[in-house]
Each structure stands twice: as C-alpha cells, then as structure tokens.
C-alpha cells in the first residue's frame, strides 16, 4: 500500500516503477560503493596517496573546497588562510559544505546529496532524450551515463563536477527540452528567472558557465522564434535578471576585496600557469629561451597563484605579451587540444589520480607512463603501439569515446526535422564546454558536456540500428 501511493506521487514528475526501481538500484550501488570506498580508505590502504586528508577529500582542488568550508563556519570568511580573500575558487560549493557541516555535522553529508543529484540528472537526461527522440535513447544516455567511471568518482569525492553537471542538464531541460506548448508568456518568464538562477548557481560552482548566457539567448531565439521576437525577448530578459541577481553581487564583492570586478582567475591561472608555458615548450622546445625567458619574469611578477591583490588586468600582460606574437600558431595549439576532451580516457585518469602503487600496478599504468595523445602528435608510432597493448582497458575505453564522439557529431543526420535544432543546440553546448576547457583538460572537465554527448550518440546509434534492421527485414 505504502509503495504504491509513493509509486502514485512518482507519477505526478513522470516517473514510472520501472524507472523508479533503477533510481533505487542506482541508490544502493553508489551508497554501497562511498562506503566501500570509506572502509578500504580508513583501514586497507591509503586511496589518493595524500596522508593528511582522507577520503573523499582528494586532489588538490578539494582541499581547497574544505579549507573555504572551514573558513566560512569559523571566521565567516571566503578565505583559504584566513586573511586574504578568495579569488580564484567561486562559492556555491564551498557554502554547500559549510551548511552541511553546520546541518549534520559532517562534510561527508554532500556525498550523498551529489549522489541524489547525480541520480536525477540521469532521470533528466532520460527525459531529454525521449523528447528528442524516442525513450529508448533516453534510457541509453541515462544509463550509461550513471554507469560511466567518471560520473561514479565524481559523484563520490569533494568535487563541484557533479553538481555542476546536474545544473547545466537542468537548465538545458527546463529552456528546450520541457514541454511548454500550453504555457503562456507569463509561466515562460517565471521559468526562465529559475533558469537564470539556476545558470547563476552554476557558474558560482565551475566559473566556465559564465558565457553561458550567450549561447542560451541566441538558442532561444533561435529555436522559439516561432513564438515570435518580442514574447521571446520579454521571456528572455527573466532569464538574464535571474543570472544577473546571484552574479553580480560576487563579482561586486571581488572588486571591493580585491579591486577586479571578476567572477574569477580561473582563466588567468590557467592561461598563465599551463596554457602559456606548454605552448612555449611545445613550440619552442622545453630548453628554449622563450620558455626560459617567460618561466623568469612569471617568477618575478606578483602572480601568487592567481589569487593577487593587484589588477588581472596588469597580471594579464605577461602572458599575453608572449601569445601576442604568435596568434595564429596559438590558436591552433588552442584548437589542437579537442582531441584531448573527447578521447582522454576516465579510466586512466581515476587509476592516475588514485595515486595507490597498488592499484596503478593492477592496471599495468607504470610511474610516469607516456601519454596516448602526445605520442600520437609526436608521432612516436612504436611506443603508441606498445602502450596500447600494454594499457589494454584504457585502449577500449578510448576506442569506445571516439565511437561515440563521432556517433554524436552526426547525430543531426538522424533527428526528426521537428527536433534537429535542439540537436544543433546540444553541439553548440558540447562545443562551448570543449573549446573554453582549452588545452588544460582532463576527463573530469568534460563531464558536463557527457550528458548531451551520449544523447546524440544514442540517437545516431539506433538509428543507425533500426536501419539495419529494416534491412535485414
């Protein structure tokens, strides 16, 4: 009886029994594995090979997220030390910590909560895909999306990628995918406010989503341009206020502690601490003098880890000073590191950052081992073969990306007319995310783009299948 009226209210948001039992096996998977995870951390081995902090902090961006958390409960301060304010980091994630700890009394608590979300993104992404196509596409993407090493570690350790993720395929469902062929202009304004918070949230999480509001206006008008310019723009500046509302204030904030009126230095570190130098020494050679000459005067400029007091602005002339005299040649480095988000292999990258001898050793991934795409571009065709013979499963988890990044990029061949521009749109959306990733990407950094990627490659995948099976008919 219980069951069945919860089964009844599950209905009420589209949710079949049958969906609801995956939900709850997907449950119990995810919760068996944290705490699988918690025990072999605390009294087998040390998992991340980072002695002061234990389980699910891990890396070097979550003991940053934990260091804020702590700052904001006892000194209520965005701060890593304390003293000087925070730039570089955003605050959604580290205020979800510090409420959780004030909560439950345990940051541990936000592992389960990204475990829900993670759950419902999956519920999200069956539903984009059955607007999009048909249930069977939705049920493929959401599964392998939940199945997928990469959504599993990330859901399972102090990181914003999960949460981050659950946002953008929210905000995706709620503007294109949600069905609002009844609604009039009113309810579409009231939505897009939720949605333009809910991008707001997002890009105080992972920072990359603050262009996002480009590329959602233009897709809107776009795409509802039969509902015609004027309802559109009325809806649309909801959308914008709702963004602006939560992002300005920080970006307020920034400019009082720090004088930048910036969300944050992400993109300055990362330009000039990876990007800049890897160009130099890809270009030049790692002993050039331009390399040399760069690595000097960063060490002289008052940089402290793109976390300055100082204007970005004048921070950003040193590396920008260098770039500017090879434009084009950069553009192309930029341009270059696409392979990079799409076939770096998860797998890998979690047995990498695991960072146990023990477990790197049951995967054969040797200290310092070559990497597939360097050796790819350097042409070293001999030492590619015999790492992909030695690195069997991260070889067939990279074959299985480029099947199904090429599945997904002609994904619009095979959707119905009604629905090709959204297809379009979720390109243009695994686009974005891949062309500002740039060239410090790693697999973590596609997971909000995996979503829509594997949705197009369920559309490409049965179509193709249905044809063949016509065939055979």
Do not use: C
């Not at 089964?7 to 049958?18: D, H, I, L």
């Not at 699988?36 to 040390?46: E, M």
């Not at 959308?239 to 400019?255: C, D, E, Q, S």
């Not at 990876?274 to 005067?297: H, M, Q, R, V, W």
Request: charged share 15%.
């Amino acid at each position: 009886m219980l069951l069945n009226s919860i089964f009844r209210n599950f209905r009420w948001w589209g949710v079949t029994k049958k969906i609801a039992f995956v939900g709850i096996f997907f449950l119990v998977f995810y919760i068996t594995l944290f705490g699988f995870l918690l025990y072999t951390d605390r009294y087998v081995d040390d998992l991340d090979g980072n002695l002061p902090y234990q389980y699910p902090v891990w890396g070097w961006d979550s003991p940053e997220y934990i260091r804020l958390a702590d700052h904001l409960i006892g000194d209520n301060f965005f701060s890593l030390d304390g003293q000087y304010p925070e730039i570089l980091r955003t605050p959604a994630y580290p205020i979800l910590l510090a409420l959780t700890k004030i909560l439950f009394g345990s940051y541990k608590v936000v592992i389960l909560f990204q475990i829900i979300l993670t759950l419902w993104s999956g519920f999200l992404i069956y539903k984009i895909g059955k607007k999009l196509y048909d249930s069977r596409v939705g049920a493929i993407a959401g599964g392998i999306f939940l199945l997928n090493p990469s959504t599993i570690f990330n859901s399972l350790v102090y990181l914003t990628d999960a949460p981050f993720t659950f946002l953008i395929v929210l905000i995706a469902y709620m503007l294109f995918f949600k069905d609002t062929s009844n609604v009039e202009v009113s309810g579409l304004a009231n939505g897009a406010l939720i949605a333009g918070l809910t991008l707001a949230v997002a890009t105080l999480t992972r920072p990359i989503a603050l262009y996002l509001p480009v590329l959602v206006v233009a897709g809107y008008l776009v795409l509802f341009r039969a509902r015609g310019l004027r309802s559109n723009i009325k809806v649309l500046i909801f959308f914008v206020i709702g963004f602006a509302v939560i992002v300005f204030p920080w970006m307020l904030r920034n400019k009082i502690e720090t004088g930048n009126f910036t969300v944050s230095s992400i993109s300055l570190y990362n330009l000039t601490y990876f990007n800049t130098p890897d160009f130099l020494a890809k270009k030049f050679g790692a002993d050039s003098i331009e390399l040399s000459s760069y690595n000097e005067k960063l060490h002289a400029s008052p940089l402290h880890e793109a976390r300055p007091m100082v204007s970005l602005t004048e921070l950003q002339k040193l590396p920008l000073s260098f770039l500017g005299l090879y434009p084009v040649p950069y553009a192309l480095y930029h341009v270059s590191s696409l392979p990079t988000f799409f076939l770096s292999s998860s797998v890998r990258y979690i047995v990498q950052v695991t960072d146990n001898s023990t477990v790197k050793e049951l995967f054969s991934l040797k200290e310092n081992a070559p990497n597939i795409l360097s050796l790819l571009k350097g042409g070293k065709f001999l030492e590619l073969f015999e790492t992909l013979r030695h690195q069997l499963l991260f070889t067939v988890d990279r074959v299985a990306l480029l099947v199904i990044t090429i599945l997904a990029f002609i994904a619009p061949l095979f959707l119905p007319k009604g629905v090709r521009m959204q297809g379009l749109f979720l390109i243009a959306l695994i686009l974005y995310f891949a062309i500002l990733t740039g060239p410090a990407s790693i697999p973590r950094y596609r997971l909000p783009a995996d979503p829509f990627i594997l949705l197009l490659a369920s559309v490409s995948f049965l179509s193709l299948w249905d044809f063949l099976k016509k065939k055979k008919v």
